[in-house]
Antibody, heavy 119, light 112 residues
Framework: QVQLQESGPGLVKPSETLSLTCTVS????????WSWIRQPPGKGLEWIAY???????NYNPSLKSRVTISVDTSKNQFSLKLSSVTAADTAVYYC?????????????WGQGTLVTVSS | DIVMTQTPLSSPVTLGQPASISCRSS???????????LTWFQQRPGQPPRLLIY???NRFSGVPDRFSGSGAGTDFTLKISRVEAEDVGVYYC?????????FGQGTRLEIK
């Protein structure tokens, strides 16, 4: 059974960089696409970016200037960095696996981690 | 960006009765590959979304057969044949055909 676990600071100061890692267990990160998705408290879902196991990435244009996604196949992990954060970036951040390519659905999700942007 | 519009936003349903959620996209979701990447998720309170239906009508492993998806082009529907208490939550449609991936605003299913 594939499991995903997000990790990283739960509190980030405004203007700083949010950094999260997703660790994949129970399966290989290779040959799949992996996404970061976020959900502000009480609101809907927003796709941030995805990456293929080879490192090829695609970003949401609304966040592209501030986002970097990377993958470390040796550790079975992929990561997110979001720079210059503001209160609007406060959200539960999920990592998820695509099934059927980068356009495909998400079959496995992490439990999510709440990141609050506040001084 | 492709706008995904769900109706209704809230759906009170009696246990054992059917429920239906509509999702309309601002452009056709038919991909150049011929596939239509329209997905439905269920999100229970405090939980991550759970995959229900992919590519319009394919039920994911372990999803009860009371859930079904249909549609084509820009209009899609999720149906629950007989609502059970465990179906309470928020339902989202998502399109992956066009980048960026976008979600509907969600439909809250509640029991009357």
């Amino acid at each position: 059974q594939v499991q995903l676990q997000e990790s990283g600071p739960g509190l980030v100061k405004p203007s700083e960089t949010l950094s999260l890692t997703c660790t994949v267990s129970g399966g290989s990160i290779s040959s799949y696409y992996w996404s970061w998705i976020r959900q502000p408290p009480g609101k809907g879902l927003e796709w941030i970016a995805y990456i293929y196991s080879t490192g090829s990435a695609n970003y949401n244009p609304s966040l592209k200037s501030r986002v970097t996604i990377s993958v470390d196949t040796s550790k079975n992990q992929f990561s997110l960095k979001l720079s210059s954060v503001t209160a609007a970036d406060t959200a539960v951040y999920y990592c998820a696996r695509h099934v059927g390519g980068g356009a495909g659905a998400y079959d496995y999700w992490g439990q999510g981690t709440l990141v609050t942007v506040s001084s | 960006d492709i706008v995904m519009t769900q109706t209704p936003l809230s759906s009170p349903v009696t246990l054992g009765q059917p429920a239906s959620i509509s999702c309309r996209s601002s452009q056709s979701l038919v991909h150049s590959s011929g596939n239509t990447y329209l997905t439905w998720f269920q999100q229970r309170p405090g939980q991550p979304p759970r995959l229900l239906i992919y590519k319009i009508s394919n039920r994911f492993s372990g999803v009860p057969d009371r859930f079904s998806g249909s549609g084509a082009g820009t209009d899609f529907t999720l149906k629950i044949s007989r609502v059970e208490a465990e179906d309470v939550g928020v339902y989202y449609c998502m399109q992956g055909t066009h980048s960026p991936i976008t979600f509907g605003q969600g439909t809250r299913l509640e029991i009357k």
